[in-house]
């Protein structure tokens, strides 16, 4: 593992710590957990959260794809975010995916296509809408979950991976958060540098054609799935919104973009994962307002 990968675990550990300290599961909300979507106990587990007041109604579902520099995070670091969903009327899937440098790419987006067949496998059991289905992700979340719609709906950047997507998904809309989607663009500080990170996720440590094949920009076609396009002023991705939203318009990809902060409420990068800031709570709202318009 890099000093910087190193770096990124302990710091955001401390920095979740934090934030979520005192945090407990809302009374109003159903929870099921420690799911097995895969064959690794460990890394391919997942919770399913419902609010209490929709007991035997199908709800629409949204698949949350965590951040954390491919390298840091798992389903409880994001539990408090994706219950905030699930209070406003979803079915929310939370999982932890297998991560760098114990694997490397493409394993984040295997197991993200691991979570939607298992979505589609037990909308019986848990009472899934599967006509209404989808996914938020932020930061390195944010490339992956990109990634996987471009795979979703460009069957030519699908060829490049082993696994098929499933045959009866579509993902109605989806909300790209301080993602990281042109990783050669981002502006990184000295302790914190993405092609560091690149050398312990791609397998062959970065090399021009991996870093093109993670470039979600190069793949969006017309047949990307509405996003809700969001960053901060205090985000230091928050040039990457500007790329993405400039190829969304080029290909006529209906997008709302929302920028949250000024200069004098320098909001941080994944500012909504924190339940207690009350800007993070008016983007999850917004977010989920808008998935509902395609309800």
Request: with cysteine; net charge negative.
């Given at each position: 593992?890099?000093?910087?990968?190193?770096?990124?675990?302990?710091?955001?550990?401390?920095?979740?710590?934090?934030?979520?300290?005192?945090?407990?599961?809302?009374?109003?909300?159903?929870?099921?957990?420690?799911?097995?979507?895969?064959?690794?106990?460990?890394?391919?587990?997942?919770?399913?959260?419902?609010?209490?007041?929709?007991?035997?109604?199908?709800?629409?579902?949204?698949?949350s794809v965590h951040g954390g520099g491919w390298v840091y995070g798992d389903k409880e670091r994001y539990q408090y975010y994706c219950m905030s969903l699930a209070?406003?009327?979803?079915?929310?899937?939370?999982?932890?995916?297998?991560?760098?440098?114990?694997?490397?790419?493409?394993?984040?987006?295997?197991?993200?296509?691991?979570?939607?067949?298992?979505?589609?496998?037990?909308?019986?059991?848990?009472?899934?809408?599967?006509?209404?289905?989808?996914?938020?992700?932020?930061?390195?979340?944010?490339?992956?979950?990109?990634?996987?719609?471009?795979?979703?709906?460009?069957?030519?950047?699908?060829?490049?991976y082993s696994f098929q997507v499933p045959q009866d998904l579509v993902l109605q809309a989806v909300s790209l958060n301080c993602g990281d989607y042109v990783v050669e663009a981002a502006q990184p500080s000295s302790d914190n540098h993405p092609l560091d990170l690149m050398a312990d996720y791609l397998p062959g440590k970065g090399t021009k054609k991996e870093m093109d094949l993670i470039n979600v920009t190069a793949y969006i076609t017309e047949d990307f799935p509405p996003v809700f396009l969001m960053t901060s002023s205090g985000d230091f991705l928050k040039e990457q919104a500007l790329l993405m939203a400039s190829v969304l318009t080029k290909h006529n990809v209906p997008f709302l973009y929302r920028f949250y902060g000024n200069s004098q409420n320098l909001l941080p990068h994944v500012f909504h994962c924190d339940m207690r800031s009350e800007a993070g709570k008016q983007c999850n709202q917004d977010e989920c307002d808008f998935f509902l318009k395609f309800c």
């Open positions: 593992m890099s000093a910087v990968s190193d770096f990124v675990r302990k710091s955001f550990k401390e920095g979740d710590d934090i934030r979520d300290a005192g945090l407990t599961t809302p009374e109003d909300i159903v929870r099921y957990d420690d799911i097995l979507y895969g064959t690794d106990p460990k890394w391919q587990i997942l919770d399913l959260y419902r609010p209490k007041n929709k007991e035997g109604k199908k709800l629409p579902v949204i698949v209070q406003r009327g979803f079915a929310v899937v939370n999982f932890t995916y297998r991560l760098a440098p114990e694997f490397k790419y493409p394993a984040p987006l295997e197991d993200t296509n691991l979570v939607f067949s298992w979505v589609l496998e037990h909308e019986a059991e848990y009472g899934l809408d599967t006509r209404h289905i989808f996914a938020v992700g932020d930061s390195a979340g944010g490339n992956t979950l990109g990634l996987y719609c471009a795979i979703c709906t460009n069957p030519e950047y699908a060829s490049n």
